[in-house]
């Protein structure tokens, strides 16, 4: 206990400090800091960290799972086919099912119901921007953030740069930042990972509103104005509000045509229709806005989870809290390789199976937490992205062998003719939901949509390298790469 009061004391300590204070805390306890950037949230809520790894019944249950499909593919892969058919297409239905809930949701380009708060009653905002080795961008999104439209006697832009990282904390400096920009140098220690960068913010911030923006990001100028609306027309419930997610360089080539369709899925339809649906919301990355207090109240971010934002989008429902959207744009710039785009997809199944871990160690807890719906939402959303990943090419492989290999009998055929019918229907129903939410989102060419199930083959890849990393590394943070691009 006596750890977790020191922590909670920093915490307090820091918060209630002015911006030059806070620096001088900063240089005098750095090392305390940074274990309370790290291990803080672990301490306080040591049921709902990632750095305490599976539960031993996890273990057991994930032994016996693989050594199951692994006897069931070897000896009976007939049934195994039509099993691991039942699986993916089940998913696929469940994001049908969604992207419908999202279509219903609000019509796009509605103008927002929320009323306008005047800027005498604006409340104070904090942003956050967690930078590392981003000097060749990072000077875009500082002189977009001196654009923003809201009034800068009430905004407080933090830019979190690691210490051993000079060339960022130049180009922040190059880009003629506005007063209210302040650099904020991180004190060293492990890991170095995004979440434990940002908690650092949240223990300097100064706002009653929060939010995080990526260096690359271009928000809509008037992003702010409309959280502070929807936050100001909502009761103390609604914790957070996730703006949407958009691409710049959607037209660059087939990869990023193909992430295009994919954020507006996620982004224009899956998230509204979680909302819709009243169901638990996984958040993105970046562009998610708090409650300064509630976010603390949370606990933060765990330092120890790879997609910390996902994590907390599922804390925010078993604690209480709701996550809403808002049709706000921030535009980001999709990768265009295929190196760094399986990297990046690499951490973000990885920290999907480790959120699921997490919130599925003790099972009666879960359930209590999430309720049937909620669960279903950790088991059919957050858990079956990397599972299904994992399973496509096993599918795959049997799929080919029941069809024209030694497989095949004809006393099989009752599972095999409805196992590839239904794996048409689930290649066409992802067609039809990423078209639809292509078509809605504006980008040009949805036909595209097309070739939506061919990086299902990337994302196997991922899989299987998250699965991997799982064992050996699971707190390790790969780094994407991004290349700066015209403002």
């Given at each position: 206990m006596g750890s977790v009061r020191a922590g909670m004391d920093v915490i307090e300590e820091l918060a209630g400090c002015g911006p030059e204070a806070q620096d001088r805390f900063l240089a005098k306890r750095s090392?305390?800091?940074?274990?309370?950037?790290?291990?803080?949230?672990?301490?306080?809520?040591p049921d709902l960290a990632a750095k305490p790894g599976f539960a031993r019944w996890q273990l057991v249950a994930l032994a016996v799972a693989v050594t199951a499909v692994a006897v069931v593919v070897v000896f009976v892969p007939l049934v195994a086919l039509a099993l691991l058919t039942v699986v993916v297409t089940a998913y696929s239905l469940l994001h049908a099912v969604i992207a419908v809930a999202g279509l219903l949701?609000?019509?796009?380009?509605?103008?927002?119901?929320?009323?306008?708060?005047?800027?005498?009653q604006l409340p104070s905002y904090t942003v956050l921007v967690p930078a590392y080795q981003e000097s060749e961008v990072i000077g875009g999104l500082v002189r977009h953030l001196a654009e923003l439209d809201y009034p800068p006697d009430r905004l407080e832009v933090l830019i979190l740069v690691e210490r051993h990282d000079p060339d960022t904390r130049r180009a922040v400096l190059a880009a003629d930042p506005p007063p209210f920009v302040r650099i904020?140098?991180?004190?060293?220690g492990p890991p170095q990972t995004k979440p434990r960068s940002v908690n650092l913010g949240l223990m300097l911030a100064r706002g009653e509103l929060l939010v995080i923006f990526d260096a690359e990001d271009r928000p809509d100028p008037a992003q702010l104005r409309r959280v502070a609306a929807r936050f100001a027309a909502r009761d103390g419930r609604?914790?957070?509000?996730?703006?949407?997610?958009l691409f710049r360089n959607a037209a660059g080539n087939w990869?990023?045509?193909q992430f295009a369709m994919e954020y507006a899925l996620r982004f224009g339809l899956a998230l509204p229709g979680l909302e819709r649906l009243r169901l638990p919301i996984p958040l993105g990355g970046t562009s998610n806005h708090f409650r300064t207090d509630t976010l603390r109240a949370l606990g933060g971010w765990d330092a120890w989870n790879v997609t910390e934002d996902a994590d907390l989008g599922m804390r925010c429902a078993a604690m209480g809290y709701r996550t809403e959207t808002i049709e706000s744009v921030t535009w980001e710039e999709a990768l265009d390789t295929v190196a760094p785009y399986v990297?990046?997809?690499?951490r973000w199944l990885k920290?999907?199976?480790?959120?699921?871990?997490v919130h599925t160690r003790h099972p009666c807890r879960t359930l209590r937490r999430f309720g049937a719906s909620g669960t279903l939402v950790l088991l059919g959303v957050v858990a079956a992205a990397p599972v299904t990943a994992l399973l496509q090419p096993v599918l795959s492989a049997l799929t080919v062998l029941a069809?024209?290999?030694?497989?095949?009998?004809?006393?099989?055929?009752?599972?095999?003719?409805?196992?590839?019918?239904?794996q048409g229907v689930s290649i066409t129903v992802w067609i039809a939901i990423t078209f639809v939410a292509a078509q809605r989102a504006g980008l040009a060419a949805p036909w595209h949509a097309l070739f939506s199930p061919f990086v299902t083959v990337l994302w196997s890849v991922a899989a299987w390298r998250a699965a991997h990393q799982l064992v050996v590394s699971p707190f390790s943070w790969e780094k994407t790469p991004q290349r700066p691009s015209t403002d």
């Open positions: 090392s305390v800091v940074a274990d309370v950037m790290a291990n803080g949230f672990t301490r306080r809520h949701h609000r019509r796009p380009g509605a103008a927002a119901a929320d009323p306008p708060v005047p800027d005498t904020v140098q991180l004190p060293s609604t914790a957070c509000v996730q703006a949407q997610l990869l990023t045509r990297r990046q997809r690499t920290g999907f199976l480790v959120t699921t871990m069809l024209t290999g030694p497989v095949w009998s004809s006393t099989g055929a009752g599972l095999v003719v409805p196992a590839v019918a239904a």
